[in-house]
Each structure stands twice: as structure tokens, then as C-alpha cells.
């Protein structure tokens, strides 16, 4: 492992019932010595959980004493609806938002902007910094876009929405380091910072569920990562592979230059803990008791 730890942040989703509401809590206590830079809570596809993501960030500010960014997406609102939902984060004292266009709703064919909404994360994003002083994370993908044209159509509509007013990206999830590498290149070559984009990382909790949302999402699987958990799954070593798969990229990442990493939890938090903690990033902070 990397001699130097990174910085950590870590990307939480909303409960939708009483015991995903145990879960998240049971994550942020697992996860919160670890001293992240921020924890993030997601939207459904669709913008389906709009409410419960407003909750879960207003119940984590207020009692995990964690800087929390909110999600917030462009789908089926209206640019006042969704600027309202921003200003009541604001009220709240939440001034971190990550900013998407959003996946469309399930079944749909295809991102349709409301006649009255945001048509893109660009204009979400300028809309945003007239409206509060707010600090402003965005997506980039290393792998190219199943909407764009190609790779280099993802480092052009990255670099408009850094100038639009974002501060950071976070990248959809990679499986291999030279991913994050060529893409980070292919920034600093645009004009980019790379300092500003942290890589996404996914610890793999579940190969088959993992290997679908990577097809979705146009992340490319490298055979030889198939391989190894389709052996290790009848082996029933999947655990243990997926913690050393998940160590030696960010590993690998570190040694690239790498300072900050951004792990995509999925409200399981014991992966993330160990990989963490390989890397040397270690309990440094109680939470704080729930108001």
C-alpha cells in the first residue's frame, strides 16, 4: 500500500423504509471516524427520492456533524421547484450540492428536460451559483458516456460545467487505474485542473450487480476482472477478492498522484471501512450524538 493516505469522501443513499434508515445510520457511524471530507446522499433514478434525499441530508447535518453535499438533478421539475429545493438546503445550513442532469425515470426512453426545468447540469449549475453561495460538485466519466458522442465529447462538457461555476468532479466508477490516468491526461490537456477530479471508486459488494449497473453506465469490465469473480464466487472468496481488487486500484491511483478518493458506499459500509483502512486511513473522530 501507498506510504501516504488519501482524503475520503463517501457517497450515501436515502432510506426508503425503517430499516434502510438503520442502515444508513449503521454506515454513517461506521464511516464517520474516518474523518471524510464531505458524505454525499444521492436521488433515485428519476429524481424519485427528491423527499427522502432533502430529509436524509437535513437529519445528517444537523446530527452526524459531517459536512454533507446534497444531490440534485434536473429531472421532472421546474427550475423553480428545483431552486427552491436548493434554497431550503441553504436554510438548512447545507451549502455543498452535487449537481447532475439526473437519469431519466425508469422505463423512460431517454433524459426529456420538464418544458419549465434545467435542460442540462450546465444550466443547473449557473442557475445555482445566482441563487446562493454554494459549493458545487459535478459528474465525469473516464469511460465515455453512453450519451456522448465520444471520449473527448465528455472532457468538453466537463471543462463547461467547471467554467460554469462547479468546483470539483467525481468520476463514475472505473475498474482499472490507466481509466482514470488517460482521462485525467485528456483534461489537463483541455485545460482542466486535474487536481479537481477525484476519482469514484465502487467496492464490489455484488459481481452480478456491479457488472449490470457497469453496462449501464458504459464502464468498461476488463475480462481478466470477470475471471477473477467468476473463480472467486465458486470459491466463495468473492469478499476478499472484491477487498483486493478495490486496495490495489486505489493503490495504484495514489502512486498516479492521486490525494482524494471518493467511494460510492451503496449503504454497506464494511468494504469501504477495510479498503480504507488498508490504505491507511484510520479512525480519527467520534460521531456525534444524535440531537
Same mark, same amino acid.
Given at each position: 500500500?501507498?506510504?501516504?493516505?488519501?482524503?475520503? =469522501?463517501?457517497?450515501?443513499?436515502?432510506?426508503?423504509?425503517?430499516?434502510? =434508515?438503520?442502515?444508513?445510520?449503521?454506515?454513517?457511524?461506521?464511516?464517520?471516524?474516518?474523518?471524510?471530507?464531505?458524505?454525499?446522499?444521492?436521488?433515485?433514478?428519476?429524481?424519485?427520492?427528491?423527499?427522502?434525499?432533502?430529509?436524509?441530508?437535513?437529519?445528517?447535518?444537523?446530527?452526524?456533524?459531517?459536512?454533507?453535499?446534497?444531490?440534485?438533478?434536473?429531472?421532472?421539475?421546474?427550475?423553480?421547484?428545483?431552486?427552491?429545493? +436548493?434554497?431550503?438546503?441553504?436554510?438548512?445550513?447545507?451549502?455543498?450540492?452535487?449537481?447532475?442532469?439526473?437519469?431519466?425515470?425508469?422505463?423512460?426512453?431517454?433524459?426529456?428536460?420538464?418544458?419549465?426545468?434545467?435542460? =442540462?447540469?450546465?444550466?443547473?449549475?449557473?442557475?445555482?451559483?445566482?441563487?446562493?453561495?454554494?459549493?458545487?460538485?459535478?459528474?465525469?466519466?473516464?469511460?465515455?458516456?453512453?450519451?456522448?458522442?465520444?471520449?473527448?465529447?465528455?472532457?468538453?462538457?466537463?471543462? +463547461?460545467?467547471?467554467?460554469?461555476?462547479?468546483?470539483?468532479?467525481?468520476?463514475?466508477?472505473?475498474?482499472?487505474?490507466?481509466?482514470?490516468?488517460?482521462?485525467?491526461?485528456?483534461?489537463?490537456?483541455?485545460?482542466?485542473?486535474?487536481?479537481?477530479?477525484?476519482?469514484?471508486?465502487?467496492?464490489?459488494?455484488?459481481?452480478?450487480?456491479?457488472?449490470?449497473?457497469?453496462?449501464?453506465?458504459?464502464?468498461?469490465?476488463?475480462?481478466?476482472?470477470?475471471?477473477?469473480?467468476?473463480?472467486?464466487?465458486?470459491?466463495?472468496?468473492?469478499?476478499?477478492?472484491?477487498?483486493?481488487?478495490?486496495?490495489?486500484?486505489?493503490?495504484?491511483?495514489?502512486?498516479?498522484?492521486?490525494?482524494?478518493?471518493?467511494?460510492?458506499?451503496?449503504?454497506?459500509?464494511?468494504?469501504?471501512?477495510?479498503?480504507?483502512?488498508?490504505?491507511?486511513?484510520?479512525?480519527?473522530?467520534?460521531?456525534?450524538?444524535?440531537?
Amino acid at each position: 500500500m501507498s506510504a501516504t493516505a488519501p482524503a475520503v =469522501s463517501f457517497e450515501f443513499f436515502p432510506p426508503q423504509n425503517l430499516e434502510g =434508515s438503520f442502515r444508513l445510520w449503521d454506515t454513517v457511524q461506521t464511516l464517520a471516524p474516518l474523518d471524510p471530507r464531505f458524505v454525499s446522499v444521492t436521488y433515485g433514478a428519476g429524481g424519485t427520492t427528491r423527499d427522502l434525499t432533502r430529509d436524509a441530508v437535513a437529519t445528517l447535518h444537523k446530527s452526524s456533524g459531517l459536512n454533507v453535499a446534497a444531490h440534485l438533478t434536473c429531472v421532472d421539475a421546474t427550475r423553480e421547484e428545483t431552486l427552491g429545493i +436548493a434554497r431550503g438546503f441553504a436554510e438548512a445550513g447545507v451549502r455543498d450540492i452535487v449537481a447532475l442532469r439526473g437519469d431519466p425515470p425508469k422505463g423512460s426512453n431517454g433524459f426529456e428536460p420538464h418544458p419549465q426545468g434545467f435542460a =442540462s447540469s450546465i444550466e443547473l449549475i449557473s442557475a445555482l451559483k445566482e441563487v446562493g453561495d454554494f459549493n458545487i460538485r459535478v459528474g465525469a466519466y473516464p469511460d465515455t458516456h453512453p450519451e456522448a458522442a465520444n471520449a473527448q465529447a465528455d472532457v468538453d462538457w466537463l471543462k +463547461a460545467k467547471l467554467d460554469a461555476g462547479a468546483t470539483e468532479a467525481l468520476t463514475q466508477f472505473f475498474f482499472e487505474a490507466d481509466t482514470f490516468f488517460r482521462f485525467r491526461d485528456a483534461c489537463d490537456k483541455a485545460g482542466i485542473d486535474p487536481s479537481l477530479i477525484t476519482p469514484g471508486i465502487l467496492p464490489i459488494e455484488s459481481w452480478k450487480g456491479t457488472r449490470n449497473f457497469a453496462r449501464r453506465c458504459g464502464a468498461t469490465i476488463p475480462q481478466w476482472v470477470d475471471d477473477a469473480f467468476e473463480k472467486a464466487l465458486r470459491d466463495n472468496r468473492q469478499d476478499l477478492l472484491a477487498t483486493a481488487i478495490c486496495a490495489e486500484l486505489c493503490s495504484d491511483l495514489i502512486d498516479g498522484g492521486v490525494d482524494k478518493l471518493h467511494f460510492y458506499t451503496m449503504n454497506r459500509p464494511e468494504l469501504t471501512r477495510d479498503v480504507c483502512h488498508a490504505l491507511g486511513v484510520t479512525p480519527k473522530t467520534q460521531l456525534q450524538n444524535v440531537a
